[in-house]
């Protein structure tokens, strides 16, 4: 039951990741190509992943994050703020 869990919960992620990258593609005004080639994977892998036919790597993710100017936070959903805080 506990697998259950996980699997459901890394689904969802998933899902919040590829809304959030969606989302920002449209705000900087990149296509997913764009994206794909600065992070180093193929469009059609992009593709697949922002559909959900894919999972996304902690790779991905972070280069992504790098590449758009956000935190892993906020592309994972753990936070709404797109820059992290800064603390003083």
Same mark, same amino acid.
């Given at each position: 039951?506990?697998?259950?869990?996980?699997?459901?919960?890394?689904?969802?992620?998933?899902?919040?990741?590829?809304?959030?990258? $969606?989302?920002?593609? *449209?705000?900087?005004?990149?296509?997913?190509?764009? =994206?794909?080639?600065?992070? !180093?994977? #193929?469009?059609?892998?992009?593709?697949?992943?922002?559909?959900?036919?894919?999972?996304?790597?902690? $790779?991905?993710?972070? *280069?992504?994050?790098?590449?758009?100017?956000?935190? =892993?936070?906020?592309?994972? !959903?753990? #936070?709404?703020?797109?820059k992290p805080l800064?603390?003083?």
């Amino acid at each position: 039951m506990l697998y259950c869990l996980t699997v459901s919960l890394v689904i969802s992620e998933q899902r919040v990741i590829a809304r959030r990258v $969606r989302g920002l593609l *449209r705000a900087n005004h990149l296509t997913q190509r764009e =994206l794909a080639e600065s992070v !180093g994977m #193929s469009e059609q892998a992009m593709s697949n992943k922002l559909r959900g036919l894919k999972n996304f790597t902690l $790779r991905d993710v972070s *280069r992504m994050a790098s590449d758009l100017d956000v935190s =892993l936070d906020y592309l994972t !959903g753990r #936070s709404d703020c797109p820059k992290p805080l800064e603390v003083k």
